[in-house]
């Protein structure tokens, strides 16, 4: 009883029309009349309150987790297309420069590579080969 008074007089001083005295006054005689059922009731609703603000808060906390891990997985995803993009065009601009040509199924087959380890091997084959037909050998053999 003495927790409800309390809780009474913090609602009432948060109003200036509401009188903590007419507040509690009213809670004695409610209880006095239901014979105490009401604190069971009281709580059962403090209780499903407190549920519901804790799975709110939760919700919100879940959910910009799950904001900031797909941003991070975003950024990931992105850096990695980047780096194949670039090391495909690596490969392309080395071919055409050394040879003065780039035939479609050669350009075909570089983008279909997602191995940035294996477009660095092409890089390299694309500088040293002899030949168009050397790079294509060996491009046929990935």
Same mark, same amino acid.
């Given at each position: 009883?003495?927790?409800?008074?309390?809780?009474?007089?913090?609602?009432?001083?948060?109003? @200036? %029309?509401? *009188?903590?005295? @007419?507040? +509690?006054?009213?809670? &004695?005689?409610?209880?006095?009349?239901?014979?105490?059922?009401?604190?069971?009731?009281?709580?059962?609703?403090?209780?499903?309150?407190?549920?519901?603000? /804790? #799975?709110?808060?939760?919700?919100?906390?879940? #959910? %910009? !987790?799950?904001?900031? !891990?797909? &941003? &991070?997985?975003?950024?990931? %995803?992105? +850096? %990695?297309? /980047? *780096?194949?993009?670039?090391?495909?065009? #690596?490969?392309?601009?080395?071919?055409?420069?050394?040879?003065?040509?780039?035939?479609?199924? +050669?350009?075909? *087959? =570089?983008?279909? =590579?997602? @191995?940035?380890?294996?477009?660095? *091997?092409?890089?390299?084959?694309? =500088? @040293?080969?002899?030949?168009?037909?050397?790079? &294509?050998?060996?491009?046929?053999? +990935?």
């Amino acid at each position: 009883m003495r927790a409800l008074e309390a809780a009474l007089r913090y609602v009432a001083s948060a109003n @200036d %029309q509401v *009188k903590a005295e @007419d507040l +509690i006054k009213n809670a &004695k005689a409610v209880f006095h009349e239901k014979g105490g059922d009401i604190m069971p009731t009281l709580a059962e609703q403090w209780i499903e309150q407190g549920m519901q603000q /804790g #799975m709110q808060k939760g919700m919100e906390q879940g #959910m %910009q !987790q799950g904001v900031e !891990q797909g &941003k &991070k997985q975003g950024l990931h %995803q992105g +850096i %990695q297309e /980047g *780096k194949l993009k670039g090391a495909r065009a #690596m490969v392309a601009e080395a071919l055409r420069t050394r040879f003065n040509t780039l035939p479609a199924e +050669i350009v075909e *087959k =570089i983008e279909e =590579i997602d @191995d940035v380890d294996v477009l660095t *091997k092409l890089l390299r084959e694309a =500088i @040293d080969a002899r030949d168009m037909e050397k790079f &294509k050998t060996v491009l046929g053999q +990935i």
